[in-house]
């Protein structure tokens, strides 16, 4: 009797062993995405020299802050002569000498030099980190080059591409969490905050052709980063719910 209990209990061992490798063995899958912020181009608005940069990649700066001193000394001579001119004026027009019309030339022209020399501090347009400087101190800037890039790091997001019957699962505002392998599989909370209406071919990074040949639609997933732990261009790897 006792040799035919052993090998039921036997099966019954292994399939136990079998379904608990099946709840909680295997690994869900995960869609890979690469960590994306707001990023800020900040050019020179003046044709002249930089002089210095007042900040370092990967700094975090503030709103308003200086990040890049040029030298401008033509824009910084115009504006002390046109602040002259303006101070000269004054009395003229303020005892009848000097019509109106000239002295609104004057006062328009001041403005323009101080506005064009204030210029000559870069400033940051937002609160964010230094993410590339792109020149060293006594090069050239022409009007519209490109100084330094930031990046608003306080939230990010990464676009995963999932197949059509994943779709039902999601939605937005759907909460969600992904590990980072180069913060050594961290775990991060997200929220689904973008769906894409229409599929695409899964994008070319993707290594086999085979799953570059199938159709696909792209999932925006975002995430709070109040640490700066996640930076651009980081893989994250998104659980989502699954479909059976």
């Known amino acids: 009797m006792k040799k035919k209990i052993l090998p039921i209990l036997l099966v019954l061992a292994v399939g136990l062993a079998f379904l608990a490798w099946r709840a909680w063995g295997q690994k869900p899958f995960l869609y890979a995405g690469t960590v994306e912020a707001t990023e800020v181009d900040v050019p020179s608005r003046l044709g002249t020299l930089i002089e210095s940069y007042q900040v370092k990649e990967g700094e975090t700066v503030s709103e308003g802050q200086t990040l890049v001193t040029l ?48 210029w000559r501090a870069v400033r940051s347009p937002i609160a ?47 909460p969600v969490k992904a590990t980072a392998p180069e913060t050594g599989d961290r775990t991060f909370q997200g929220t689904v905050t973008h769906i894409n209406d229409q599929a695409e071919f ?3 990074n993707v290594q086999t052709r085979k799953e570059r040949s199938r159709l ?16 651009p261009g980081m893989t994250l790897e998104v659980e989502l719910p699954k479909t059976e």
Do not use: C, M
């Not at 109106?100 to 101080?114: P, S, T, V």
């Open 202 to 204: 899964t994008p070319k």
């Open 128 to 174: 964010g980190t230094v993410l590339t400087t792109y020149h060293e101190p006594g090069e050239w800037a022409a009007p519209g080059t490109k100084l330094l890039t930031l990046a608003d790091l306080r939230e990010v997001w990464v676009r995963v591409y999932v197949p059509e019957t994943l779709l039902h699962a999601l939605s937005q505002g759907l």
């Open 216 to 231: 696909v639609y792209g999932v925006k997933v975002t995430f709070p980063n109040a640490d700066r732990a996640l930076k």
């Open 71 to 118: 030298t401008g000394e033509d824009f910084k001579l115009a504006a002390e002569l046109a602040e002259g001119d303006l101070r000269r004026a004054l009395p003229l027009y303020r005892s009848g000498s000097l019509p109106k019309e000239q002295y609104d030339h004057l006062r328009i022209k001041r403005e323009d030099a101080a506005l064009k020399n204030s």
